[in-house]
């Protein structure tokens, strides 16, 4: 089964910085990768997503990933951080063998300094 | 419409209660799903349906009964929960293919006490 790994639990940076967020994942061919966003006590939204294509994939609220397959990386990358981008971050893996069966990482949280 | 809409928000109720979670999406989507969440964890896959049918069932305890009445609506029922069940309850849908992603809701805040 596949599964995805974040290597950073919580992650501090300044207004205005850019920001990437790690993402590793273990499956034996390409799968479909996620990047959701989460405010506290919220729900999850979508950032972007990855199956196939372009390995550069743009989002919104001005974020941007990449797929590596060599590293098996679909890290997370934004040039500018706004404070409204405070918020927890999850990677996610879906199979493509195996419909319905999308699994997450733990998670970072953002911490945004003024 | 492209929400998925969860009610109630909020929810306490005893150990003896009887209560259920609903979950609605006009998106045309045919696989809908239950998520628990802990506080600061990932959320955890509960059931899948795809087309109205139960397809996954990761291994939930009798007390969480989930039910799909028509392709737009999902419901969790709730008997004889225990504290450790307090949680975020998240619903889902997606295509049928996960590889366009899911749209959640916001979720249900469950307190069991």
């Known amino acids: 089964a596949q599964s995805v790994t974040q290597p950073d639990i919580h992650i501090t940076v300044s207004e205005g910085a850019s920001l990437e967020l790690r993402c590793n994942y273990s499956?034996?061919?390409?799968?479909?990768l996620f990047w959701y966003v989460q405010s506290p006590g919220q729900g999850l939204q979508l950032l972007l997503k990855?199956?196939?294509?372009?390995?550069l994939v743009q989002g919104i609220k001005g974020f941007e990933a990449e797929f590596k397959r060599s590293q098996s990386s679909f890290n997370l990358r934004k040039p500018s951080v706004h404070w409204s981008d405070a918020a927890e971050y999850f990677c996610a893996v879906g199979a493509p063998s195996n419909n319905n069966d999308m699994r997450f990482g733990a998670g970072t949280r953002l911490t945004v300094k003024p | 419409d492209t929400e998925v809409t969860q009610t109630p928000k909020h929810l306490v109720m005893g150990m003896t209660n009887k209560k259920s979670l609903k979950c609605e999406q006009h998106?045309?989507?045919?696989?809908m799903y239950w998520y628990k969440q802990k506080a600061k964890k990932p959320p955890e896959l509960m059931f899948v349906y795809s087309y109205e049918k139960l397809s996954i069932n990761e291994s939930v305890p009798s007390r969480f009964s989930p039910e799909c009445p028509n392709s737009s609506l999902l419901n969790l029922h709730l008997h004889a929960l225990q504290p450790e069940d307090s949680a975020l309850y998240l619903c889902a849908s997606s295509q049928v293919r996960v590889s366009d992603g899911y749209t959640f809701g916001s979720g249900t805040r469950l307190t069991v006490v």
């Open positions: 990855y199956f196939s294509g372009d390995t």
């Open positions: 998106m045309g989507h045919r696989a």
């Open positions: 499956y034996g061919a390409t799968p479909y």
